[in-house]
């Protein structure tokens, strides 16, 4: 029988993350890439996003189909109605907060505790144990932390460097100042935690890459099984942030960075 489609691309993401560890290689490579430029398939030909995929259009037109639609082009509305809908830029989010009467600091207060309460929850219930313990286990076992997170994840990184530093794990914190690339001191006995949320960035992806041919462990903090630092992880530890008027909050990616760093310093000692 086959499944209703999902109405809109949050629900078509969620569908894809519960049929992932199910999905054959080339339709796997189809959710990877529908996942990863949505705004791409929005406009795409099923011939030039198939290329993009590296699967032939059959493919992509069979994964439209197992996800619920009757085909690609019902599958790509959801991206176009995606992009009408994109969020918003900072001053239009708090235009919009202040005309539904949300722009006092009790009530966005009140808003950001509550958003920041169910997201800790969900990544609490979701991250499964054995991924975190296999996580505390290499980033013990590692000579050098070598932590990597710009833009939105920035803080989050900056903050791990420092944890780990206090806890007794060598850190290098690479926040691309300059445009200095610090990729050659990275080396096989070292471990790269890397932080990417979408819309992804390029730097982070490519410091992972670079690490995972290299031979490190690799450590991903990111919010979906096929964003691009998956195929470059050996451990991937998904963080799903809700937000409040197109703003999202990290409570809970703070949450998993303060567990990791005490974690592991707890490992150093017990160890």
Known sequence: MQPSPPADFEDLRQRLSAMHDGLPKRLRQCAAYVLREPDRIAFDTVAEAAAAAEV????????????????????????????????????????????????SPESVL????????????RMALSLEPERLQEAVR?????????VVGLRRAFSVAAYLAYSFEKVGRPTML??????????????PDDALLA?????????????????KARGLSVIA?????????????DVLLGVDELDFGAFRSLAATFCL??????ATGAALEGG
């Open 56 to 103: 032939p259009p059959s493919a992509m037109i069979r994964f439209s189909k197992l996800v619920g639609y009757s085909g690609y082009s019902e599958m790509q509305r959801v991206f176009r109605a995606r992009l009408s809908n994109a969020w918003p830029d900072y001053s239009t989010r708090l235009t919009r907060l202040k005309t539904a009467g949300a722009g």
């Open 110 to 121: 009140a808003e950001f505790a509550e958003v920041s309460r169910g997201s800790i929850s």
């Open 138 to 146: 290499r980033l013990a076992g590692a000579r050098i932390v070598h």
């Open 174 to 187: 690479h926040d691309m100042s300059g445009r200095l690339d610090h990729a050659g001191m990275l080396a």
């Open 195 to 211: 932080i990417s949320f979408a819309p992804y960035t390029p730097e982070t992806v490519a410091l992972a890459q670079h690490a």
């Open 221 to 233: 903090i990111t919010d979906s099984q096929f964003s691009p630092l998956a195929p470059h992880s």
């Open 257 to 262: 960075a303060a567990t990791l760093a005490v």
